[in-house]
């Protein structure tokens, strides 16, 4: 809000023009009335000289909201981006011991269990449908928490595009407002009248804000839909590969006969 020349100008005007009081020597004629409209004028100015100390300090408010708002986000972007590391980390984690366990398994199998070339080929057979099945489910998770994170990255986006949108409305709103009480001062128009309209213009400016506020997307709602939806990707996943991992083994069964390897 670098408005302060703009707006100091027609104030600067309009309190030299009330402070000019004729030092002429007909100045004992000025009538009674005069004077004290003049008086009355110089009282109500005080609201238009204070203008830029408040142009200054709405500018300041802004400011210090602007970047209180910055911090906030760049911490809730670290909040969430340490999360997500170590969510990976997790599931890393898992495949990996899950990668070593059912690798112990396949080597127990075809060097102690299996006895014959059938039985080793079936072994094959069953360590290719693990991992196909390991396959398809990390795909499938991979793919539902790519797809989540994306959708919280975009809803993120979108709320935080429609609250600054708000605030430079309202920023802008409220710079009109200074400006119109700087003109009104410069026209001659009385401290409270001024004061009135401004408190009006900026009491509209404020509604207007917290209107849009209330009408920008909520991430909590729509992180919540996302949830689910993610939840449900991922209780699907396992279903099909609880399945892939039971007909594996009822084939590793039926190849051995009554050498049971699991």
């Known amino acids: 809000m670098n408005k302060h020349k703009l707006i100091a100008l027609p104030i600067a005007i309009f309190v030299v023009a009330n402070m000019m009081v004729p030092s002429f020597a007909l100045a004992d004629k000025i009538n009674a009335e005069k004077k004290s409209e003049l008086e009355r004028g110089n009282k109500d100015s005080n609201f238009c000289v204070r203008l830029v100390e408040k142009d200054e300090r709405f500018e300041k408010n802004y400011a210090e909201k602007e ?4 911090l906030e986000r760049n911490k809730n972007d670290k909040e969430r981006m340490d999360g997500r590391a170590d969510a990976d980390k997790r599931r890393e984690d898992r495949k990996v011991k899950t990668d070593n ?18 039985e080793k080929l079936a072994v094959t057979a069953f360590k290719t449908a693990v991992e196909t099945a390991l396959t398809a489910k990390r795909t499938s998770v991979d793919s539902a928490v790519a797809a989540f994170r994306t ?6 986006a979108a709320r935080r595009t429609a609250i600054d949108a708000a605030r430079t409305t309202y920023q802008t709103a409220t710079e009109t407002a200074l400006k119109t009480a700087a ?3 410069a026209a001659g128009t009385t401290s409270a009248t001024v004061r009135t309209n401004f408190q009006a213009l900026i009491k ?7 209107a849009d506020k209330a009408a920008a997307p ?15 990707a991922l209780e699907t996943a396992q279903t099909t590969f609880q399945a892939a991992i039971t007909k594996a083994k009822a084939d590793l069964k ?3 006969g009554t050498n049971q390897p699991v």
Do not use: H, M, P, W
């Open 254 to 256: 039926a190849a051995f």
């Open 204 to 210: 509209t400016a404020k509604d207007k804000f917290e």
């Open 67 to 70: 970047t209180k708002l910055s």
């Open 218 to 232: 909520k991430v909590g709602v729509d992180v919540s839909a996302l949830t689910e939806v993610k939840r449900t």
């Open 101 to 118: 366990r059912f690798a112990n398994r396949y080597q127990k199998l075809y060097e102690q269990i299996a006895k014959t070339d059938a």
């Open 151 to 156: 959708a919280v990255n975009t809803a993120t």
């Open 183 to 185: 003109d009104q001062c």
